[in-house]
């Protein structure tokens, strides 16, 4: 069983972009430029949330074999997810 860090909980939460990808990548996983697209954000806003949730553990990025990386939620990234869900269902 995964840990939750509250403090995770509220950064991740403190920043709608933030929120929004790692419950996106909670369905699978997506390039920067994908996710940019799809929530209709500026690619760097896109990538600076990624390097932020990447440093907490809340996601990785793996190799495509192209210039971009997928990122993908980790278990703890699952987590934290599961639990602003909840939060945003009540």
Do not use: C, D, W
Request: aromatic share 4%; net charge positive.
């Amino acid at each position: 069983m995964t840990a939750i860090q509250p403090a995770a909980v509220t950064f991740v939460e403190s920043s709608s972009v933030r929120s929004k990808l790692l419950q996106r990548l909670a369905s699978k996983p997506h390039t920067p430029t994908e996710l940019a697209t799809i929530e209709s954000k500026h690619i760097s806003h896109v990538s600076r949330a990624l390097i932020e949730l990447k440093g907490l553990g809340l996601v990785s990025a793996t190799e495509s074999g192209s210039r971009e990386h997928y990122y993908r939620i980790t278990s703890q990234g699952y987590a934290i997810a599961a639990v602003i869900s909840m939060r945003n269902a009540t």
